[in-house]
């Protein structure tokens, strides 16, 4: 149910992808528990999906979801973590809150650099979240130089 959420949701058929996630949840929960990455993982998928639908408060609530247990379940250090760190910045962007989101995105930077190193495209991908909510911020100079990373 999990892909075929994530099969809908590049569909742009939120609604259905929803549906799927939703029956994927109950799976996950009822078989691994709320407690594991799978079940973060389709909580991230549901955040994505929301914010796809245009609600970034609702996309919020499922990757803060995602992050508390992948913190919990995989540590500080671990990739997924910083995906999930890095999708809560994402959604607290498009919700206008750009000071929270700046700090999640560096708490994702924190982790992915010495995993990934400074060449790997996610960190491109961070660099340009961080360079963006400066620029939302009104931080011009530090956008120019997240850019230019």
Sequence with gaps: YNNMGNAYDGMGECDKALQMFEKALKISQATMGEQ????????GNMGST???KGDPGKARQMNEKSLQIMRAVL?????STA???????????????YAKALHMFNQA????????????P??????????????????????LQMHEK
Excluded at 75 to 79: D, K, Y
Excluded at 110 to 120: A, D, F, N, R
């Design 122 to 143: 996610e960190i491109s991908t961070t660099y340009c979240n961080i360079a963006n909510t400066h620029d939302k911020l009104g931080h011009y100079e530090r956008a």
């Design 36 to 43: 594991h990455a799978a079940t973060a993982g389709i909580y």
């Design 50 to 52: 929301y914010l796809s």
């Design 109 to 120: 930077l924190k982790i992915q650099l010495p995993l990934l190193g400074e060449l790997h």
């Design 83 to 97: 995906i999930s760190y890095h999708n809560l910045g994402v959604s607290l962007l498009k919700g206008d809150e």
């Design 75 to 79: 540590g500080e250090q671990h990739l």
